[in-house]
């Protein structure tokens, strides 16, 4: 006699997703991703956890460690920005928006761990944006991630940011940082050299791009490429073509940053150190100056780490208006505890992941 069909195993009762994503810290090409340009962003160990347990409701709760409000959102919310960058509490906009984004299937509680600092520059909100949706079941290759995890931070937040922070933190591999061309959106591994330490140090000033002339800054760059083609894509010699001499300004730091990432990469790749740290040095001026996204503080961390023996460079890292300076130095050169702000030593990372 043939036997009888088996009834299958029952699914697990409790079927928990974890998942990770790093923050990242850019260690050259500033303010050149929305310009068609090169960056060389990597991605640290640092990074943000999101546990959700899926339930039979229609709604998402996440809570935060440090937030007092949970975030509450229906997954049937429409993706409509302005419902989005009213919601309450604010930090519960990036689920509101990821969510809209992702539709889950079912409502479910999860809870967010971050190890990153908020308002520092390491991107902990496009961690936050891409751990979440691989938790709530949105599975994508990195640029689709990232652009869907972008739309999330637009909405969210209202700043129009490049697509740098979301890219670097979903396809990072361990051990090296990410040359990125904007243009194409073409990307490789550059090996951050064994023995060189990266050392993040805050400047006491949280930012918030919300209320930072990031916005201001894109619109100028859009102004001088008029005509000219993306900023990325231009020589020196065609900044001749921009009348406003603030314009060009802007225009050549960004020419002139992409030319730094492509020689900064040389430079690691052969292991001239003290060129790299040049390099670094030379995009923080050019951040100060023509692009005018420094601040006092900044400018005075990054006297001081290159005043240190042992540091081949500094400079600020993100977007500017405070957050971060980011060095290169020699192991041990820099010491976390002589300064009154937070430092960290940071390593490369792989990308995000869901956790087993
Ligand atoms: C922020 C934005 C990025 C990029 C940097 C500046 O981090 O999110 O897209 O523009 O500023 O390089």
């Known amino acids: 006699m043939p036997e009888p069909p088996r009834i299958p195993e029952?699914?697990?009762?409790?079927?928990?997703?974890?998942?990770?994503?790093?923050?990242?810290?850019?260690?050259?090409?500033?303010?050149?991703?929305?310009?068609?340009?090169?960056?060389?962003?990597?991605?640290?160990?640092?990074?943000?956890?999101?546990?959700?347990?899926?339930?039979?409701?229609?709604?998402?709760?996440?809570?935060?460690?440090g937030e007092p409000e949970p975030a509450e959102v229906d997954i049937h919310l429409r993706f409509e920005p302005e419902l989005i960058r009213t919601?309450?509490?604010?930090?519960?906009?990036?689920?509101?928006?990821?969510?809209?984004?992702?539709?889950?299937?079912?409502?479910?509680?999860?809870?967010?761990?971050?190890?990153?600092?908020?308002?520092a520059g390491l991107s902990s909100s496009a961690s936050l944006e891409v751990a979440l949706a691989l938790a709530l079941g949105f599975h994508a290759?990195?640029?689709?991630?990232?652009?869907?995890?972008?739309?999330?931070?637009?909405?969210?937040?209202?700043?129009?940011?490049?697509?740098?922070?979301?890219?670097?933190?979903?396809?990072?591999?361990?051990?090296?940082?990410?040359?990125?061309?904007?243009s194409d959106l073409s990307r490789r591994t550059v090996a951050i050299p064994e023995g060189l330490e990266v050392v993040v140090v805050h400047s006491g000033h949280r930012r918030s791009l919300d209320h930072s002339p990031y916005a201001a800054r894109r619109a100028e760059c859009e102004a001088a490429s008029y005509g000219l083609g993306p900023l990325g894509h231009l020589r020196p010699e065609d900044l001749v073509g921009i009348a406003d001499p603030q314009l060009r300004s802007r225009a050549r730091h960004v020419v002139t940053e992409c030319d730094r990432v492509r020689?900064?990469?040389?430079?690691?790749?052969?292991?001239?150190?003290?060129?790299?740290?040049?390099?670094?040095?030379?995009s923080h001026r050019s951040l100060a100056e023509d692009f005018e996204v420094s601040t006092p503080a900044l400018d005075d961390l990054v006297v001081h780490l290159v005043s240190l023996e042992g540091v081949y460079g500094?400079?600020?890292?993100?977007?500017?208006?405070?957050?971060?300076?980011?060095?290169?130095?020699?192991?041990?050169?820099?010491?976390?505890?002589?300064?009154?702000?937070p430092a960290w030593r940071v390593r490369p990372s792989a990308g995000a992941r869901v956790l087993a």
């Open 141 to 182: 290759e990195p640029i689709t991630m990232a652009r869907t995890c972008q739309s999330a931070e637009h909405a969210a937040t209202g700043v129009p940011c490049g697509l740098m922070d979301q890219l670097v933190v979903s396809a990072a591999e361990d051990g090296g940082a990410l040359l990125i061309d904007f």
């Open 263 to 282: 020689w900064f990469c040389a430079a690691l790749e052969t292991g001239d150190l003290a060129e790299a740290g040049r390099l670094m040095t030379a």
């Open 314 to 341: 500094a400079r600020l890292t993100g977007a500017g208006f405070g957050g971060c300076v980011v060095s290169i130095a020699e192991p041990g050169a820099i010491d976390l505890t002589a300064f009154s702000t």
């Open 87 to 119: 919601s309450t509490p604010a930090w519960g906009r990036y689920v509101a928006a990821i969510v809209a984004l992702v539709r889950p299937f079912t409502g479910g509680r999860g809870r967010i761990d971050s190890t990153l600092p908020v308002g």
């Open 10 to 65: 029952e699914h697990p009762a409790d079927p928990i997703a974890r998942a990770y994503s790093p923050g990242r810290v850019n260690l050259i090409g500033d303010h050149t991703d929305y310009n068609g340009g090169l960056a060389l962003p990597m991605a640290v160990d640092l990074g943000t956890t999101v546990t959700f347990t899926p339930d039979s409701t229609f709604r998402v709760v996440m809570s935060s460690a």
